[in-house]
């Protein structure tokens, strides 16, 4: 059974760092897409940054480019989201999602995900 423990989630002033952390365990095949999506209570999950291909490409939002960076850590199974120059417009529940082997869309399409974790808050305060 697939699990994603997401951890390093906290609150920090405008222009903090942040590092994210997901501990992926269960799959018996390597996911093609690994990705970081985040919610505000009330809108849609909007997908923050992703690996796909199999560690091949890297995505990421337009509103997180040039401030976050996604990475992985295959050994230790765990998947990262290092977050810089943090805006309160960061502040969401952020949520680690993995695919199946195969992945027919787009990076940030949230329904094309098979798992997920439970999500780690992060509050950025001006």
């Known amino acids: 059974q697939v699990q994603l423990v997401e951890s390093g989630g906290g609150s920090v002033q405008a222009g903090g760092s942040l590092k994210l952390a997901c501990l992926v365990s269960?799959?018996?095949?390597?996911?093609?897409?690994m990705g970081w999506f985040r919610q505000v209570s009330g809108k849609e999950r909007e997908g923050v940054a992703a690996?796909?291909?199999?560690?091949?490409?890297?995505y990421y939002a337009i509103s997180v480019l040039g401030r976050f960076t996604i990475s992985q850590d295959e050994a230790k199974k765990t998947l990262y989201l290092q977050m810089n120059s943090l805006k309160p417009e960061d502040t969401a529940v952020y949520y680690c999602?993995?695919?199946?082997?195969?992945?027919?869309?787009?990076?940030?399409?949230?329904?094309?995900?098979?798992?997920w974790g439970q999500g780690t808050q992060v509050t950025v305060s001006s």
């Open positions: 999602a993995g695919s199946g082997l195969y992945f027919g869309g787009t990076w940030s399409s949230h329904n094309l995900y098979t798992y």
């Open positions: 269960g799959y018996t095949y390597r996911p093609y897409c």
């Open positions: 690996i796909c291909d199999f560690g091949g490409s890297t």
